[in-house]
């Protein structure tokens, strides 16, 4: 691995500090892999590498999001060591990129430790605000987001510039297989939950056919993300234009019983 010089080691801490906050914020996107990689690689001296990198990562991570209590792998972990192991390490991109599932699982199981770590915080941003002081409620707001960034930081300055890719490899397949299976097997659990948790939440009885629809659409087809919005789209304008919850001239035709069809015409025109 090439040397790094003292100040792209504090920048590459800040910008991991930055994607693993944002993994919980969710708001400025700075963990998503297409972001962080190109950071990374601007840091590095590469950004045509980090571009590339973070573009493959980001077709990967497209489908990860948090839903409910389903806790998605870690893009940020894994956008940005792979892409230290590629530009500073001197690997290939295939290897950079074959690293990136594993070390999202490991970011996974990172969050999940500190997201129940930060329950104690929490109880303690209740106490606080029950005393009226808001000072150390926003302090304790700050801290637990500072874990979250830092959750990324550590491991990215103690594996990607400390190690190459081949140990980061033996690394991963040294983890018992009851353990990779306990663990996939809990994903999907998770998963399931926290679909349900969302569905309940979202649950509207007259929107519920198109949802079936979507799932069957999708399992009995080969349509790709984008054909399958814009028959959603299609049917989202059908509907609007049908139902006489948006359209009043339908809404009042079923209380214009003896209009003729003329006059039916003329009412719509």
Same mark, same amino acid.
């Given at each position: 691995?090439? /040397?790094?010089?003292?100040?792209?080691i504090l920048?590459i801490?800040? =910008?991991?500090?930055?994607?693993?906050?944002?993994?919980?914020?969710d /708001?400025?996107?700075f963990?998503?892999?297409?972001?962080?990689?190109?950071?990374i690689? &601007? @840091?590095?001296?590469? !950004?045509?590498?980090?571009?590339?990198?973070?573009?493959?990562? /980001?077709m990967i991570?497209?489908?990860?999001?948090?839903?409910g209590? &389903?806790?998605?792998?870690?893009?940020? #972990?894994?956008?940005i060591?792979?892409?230290? #192991? @590629?530009?500073?390490?001197?690997?290939?991109?295939?290897?950079?990129?074959?690293?990136?599932?594993?070390?999202?699982?490991a970011?996974q199981? #990172?969050t999940?430790?500190?997201?129940?770590?930060?329950?104690?915080?929490?109880?303690?941003?209740?106490?606080?605000?029950?005393?009226?002081?808001?000072?150390?409620?926003?302090?304790?707001?700050i #801290?637990a987001?500072l874990?979250?960034?830092?959750r990324?930081? !550590? *491991?990215?300055l103690?594996?990607?510039?400390?190690?190459n890719?081949?140990?980061?490899?033996?690394? +991963?397949d040294?983890?018992?297989?009851?353990?990779?299976?306990?663990?996939? !097997?809990?994903?999907?659990?998770i998963v399931?939950?926290g679909?349900?948790?969302?569905i309940?939440?979202?649950?509207?009885? $007259?929107?519920? *056919?198109?949802? $079936?629809l979507?799932? =069957?659409?999708?399992? +009995?087809?080969?349509?790709?993300?984008?054909a399958?919005?814009i028959l959603g789209?299609i049917?989202?304008?059908l $509907?609007?234009q =049908?139902?006489?919850k $948006?359209?009043k001239?339908?809404a009042i035709l079923?209380?214009?019983d003896?209009?003729t069809?003329?006059?039916?015409?003329? /009412?719509?025109?």
């Open positions: 691995m090439t /040397e790094m010089s003292l100040l792209q920048l801490f800040v =910008v991991s500090c930055i994607a693993g906050m944002g993994s919980v914020l /708001e400025f996107q963990h998503r892999p297409l972001v962080a990689c190109t950071l690689g &601007a @840091v590095l001296g590469d !950004i045509k590498t980090g571009v590339i990198i973070g573009g493959t990562l /980001e991570a497209l489908g990860w999001m948090n839903i209590a &389903a806790i998605a792998p870690d893009a940020a #972990l894994a956008s060591i792979s892409t230290i #192991l @590629v530009i500073s390490g001197g690997q290939s991109k295939g290897a950079g990129i074959a690293l990136a599932i594993p070390l999202a699982a970011g199981v #990172l999940i430790i500190i997201r129940t770590i930060t329950v104690a915080f929490q109880h303690a941003a209740d106490r606080s605000a029950n005393k009226g002081n808001l000072n150390a409620v926003s302090w304790i707001h #801290l987001l874990l979250q960034g830092i990324v930081a !550590i *491991p990215v103690i594996i990607a510039i400390s190690v890719v081949s140990a980061v490899r033996n690394l +991963f040294s983890i018992p297989q009851v353990v990779t299976n306990g663990l996939n !097997i809990a994903g999907g659990m399931v939950v679909y349900a948790m969302i309940n939440m979202m649950r509207t009885g $007259y929107l519920m *056919p198109f949802f $079936y979507g799932f =069957v659409t999708a399992a +009995f087809t080969n349509f790709n993300l984008i399958l919005g789209t049917m989202a304008v $509907y609007i =049908v139902s006489p $948006y359209n001239n339908l079923p209380q214009n003896n209009l069809t003329d006059k039916l015409d003329n /009412e719509l025109d």
